[in-house]
Structure formats: structure tokens, C-alpha cells
């Protein structure tokens, strides 16, 4: 299929060796967005693309694994095929291969029985396997040998292939807490703004949160602050290309002051501005601003 139809209804059949990647191909397909089912018995494709090709655009992204874990229902995988090229309907078949000697290792890592030799020797399983999958292979659109594959190479294979590479980036939350409360679990980077000049002690200030204009204003203008933003944009906006290099999907930036209520709203929601203005994908969530004693709050989008 030609890339420039890269948003288009895509119907992937993943399959191949046992140990060959077929599990973190999936998963990569999934943070690209598409529907997985694992182990689907090859009689039910084709009705199951019928469905998924007249869903109106409910499902346009759509990833089967099928495998010998299907025992004698792989027999009729090849058939099966053959039908879906009779009757023209669309499918991409990605084949994950490896080395017999990386396969071998692999279980051997894992501890795990092959499939097809669940009481003899692993090596005997993989030739059996690789002898029934054969005339599999030679139908495959793509294969992807993973013998000597890292990771992230894996995945920029997946994304080359199945995603949008000029156009992938990484999901970004940005989040605000309060230290008092506890660290966010999940995040990657935390921030410690309890330096910026601390609304909590201006009276007219103390119960408005970091959202509200006058608080926002009290802490803009400090040069503490000004050069603070200035500094944290340049390391984020060089540090976001670097994870997305290294196969990152998810990166959580935890902005916390002593109660989370106005000093890391403010920074959070600038933080969150500059993304978006950026052209990134962002989200923004004040963990612990309902927490404070809060009279005076100004709702704000939360997805950029």
C-alpha cells in the first residue's frame, strides 16, 4: 500500500515465526492507533474485514495476529487468503521473522515450550514451524527480520511502514501538583517551582488559584519567573525530540509547588500554552488544585 494513503482503512494481518517480535509489533501498531485482536482463527477474516471495511469509519486501523497457536484452524490460512485475493479485499500481511539461532535463545531466555514441539527439542519445533509457514512468507507484503534488531529499531520500522514518521511525536501530559500530596507515580520529569513568589501569602491572592488572572499576574511578573520560562521552554522543547528518537510514547511532566494550587497551575498552564503553540499534543491536569481551600477558579481546555 502507498504511504500517501497512510489514513486510510488499513487491514494488517501480522504473523511469522514463534519468538519472531510478533507481540511488540502489535504493540507497537496499537500506540499508532490500531484495533488488535490476538489469535484469531483464519476462517473468521474475512467476514471480520467485511464488517470492519463497511463500519462507516468506526475501525479504519485494524491488526490481526494470526499463528501457529491455531493449530489445525492454520491450515486454512493460506485458503483463506486466496479467497480475500479472489474477491479484492484489502489486506497487508506483515511477516515477523528470525534467525533460528535468535529464536532459540529467545525461549530459551523465556523458559517457555515452543508450540510446535511442546516435549521435544526447541530446535525441532522451529524447523517444523518454518517449513509450514513458508508458503505464508512468500504472500507477505513486508517482513521484518528481528534477529538483530533493538527495540526502538523495531519500532521505527513499525512506524515507518504502518504510522506517519515525518508527523510522529510523543503524547505529552503536563500535570500540577502539590509536594504536600505526593509526588505524581507516573512521571518522567518533575519540576520544583516552590522558588517562583508564592500568592499563598497576599491575602487578596491566598484563595484564588494560578488559573485566575491577578494570581497569574503576581507571578509573571517576578524576573525570577520570566527567566524561568524561558530556560524551562528550551529544555523541553530540546529534550522532546530526543525521547521521540528513542521510541518514547508517553512522557508525563509533573509541575509541583507546596500545595498545588498556584504557582505550579501557572507554570503547568504556560508549559502547556507553549506545547500547543509548538504544534504538540498535549493534555493538561491540576491533580491537586480542589484540594486547597480554592473560592475563586477559571476552567480551561485541558487538550491541546
Do not use: W
Not at 489514513?7 to 519472531?20: E, K, L, P
Not at 529499531?153 to 505526593?182: A, H, Q, W, Y
Amino acid at each position: 500500500m502507498d504511504n500517501d494513503n497512510q489514513n486510510a482503512y488499513r487491514f494488517v494481518i501480522v504473523t511469522g515465526m514463534s519468538g519472531g517480535g510478533k507481540t511488540q509489533a502489535c504493540r507497537h501498531l496499537e500506540d499508532l492507533g490500531f484495533f488488535c485482536i490476538d489469535n484469531l482463527p483464519p476462517v473468521f477474516i474475512p467476514k471480520f474485514a467485511e464488517l470492519c471495511a463497511h463500519s462507516a469509519g468506526h475501525i479504519s486501523k485494524v491488526v490481526l495476529v494470526v499463528d501457529t497457536r491455531s493449530r489445525e484452524f492454520f491450515d486454512t490460512f493460506i485458503h483463506v487468503l486466496e479467497e480475500m485475493d479472489a474477491t479484492e479485499q484489502k489486506y497487508e500481511l506483515l511477516f515477523m521473522d528470525a534467525s533460528d539461532a535468535a529464536i532459540i535463545r529467545r525461549y530459551k531466555e523465556t523458559r517457555r515450550r515452543h508450540p510446535m514441539a511442546p516435549s521435544s527439542r526447541i530446535s525441532d519445533g522451529v524447523k517444523r514451524e518454518r517449513e509450514r509457514l513458508a508458503p505464508v512468507r512468500e504472500r507477505a507484503t513486508y517482513i521484518i527480520d528481528t534477529s538483530d534488531l533493538k527495540k526502538v529499531e523495531l519500532k521505527n520500522k513499525i512506524i515507518r511502514l504502518f504510522g506517519n514518521p515525518d508527523g510522529f511525536t510523543i503524547g505529552i501530559n503536563v500535570v500540577s501538583f502539590g509536594f504536600k500530596f505526593g509526588r505524581p507515580m507516573d512521571a518522567d520529569m518533575v519540576m520544583d517551582v516552590r522558588f517562583l513568589p508564592n500568592p499563598f501569602y497576599v491575602d487578596s491572592l491566598k484563595k484564588k488559584s494560578g488559573t485566575v488572572p491577578e494570581v497569574a499576574e503576581y507571578i509573571a511578573k517576578s524576573p525570577v519567573t520570566q527567566e524561568f520560562e524561558e530556560k524551562l521552554d528550551d529544555l523541553i522543547t530540546f529534550l522532546i525530540p530526543q525521547y521521540v528518537k528513542e521510541g518514547k510514547t508517553q512522557l508525563v511532566i509533573a509541575i509541583g509547588c507546596t500545595g498545588g494550587m498556584h504557582r505550579s497551575v501557572f507554570i503547568a498552564k504556560h508549559l502547556f500554552d507553549m506545547l500547543g503553540a509548538r504544534g504538540y499534543q498535549a493534555t493538561l491536569e491540576h491533580r491537586d488544585l480542589m484540594k486547597n481551600d480554592v473560592q475563586e477558579h477559571l476552567k480551561e481546555s485541558k487538550l491541546g
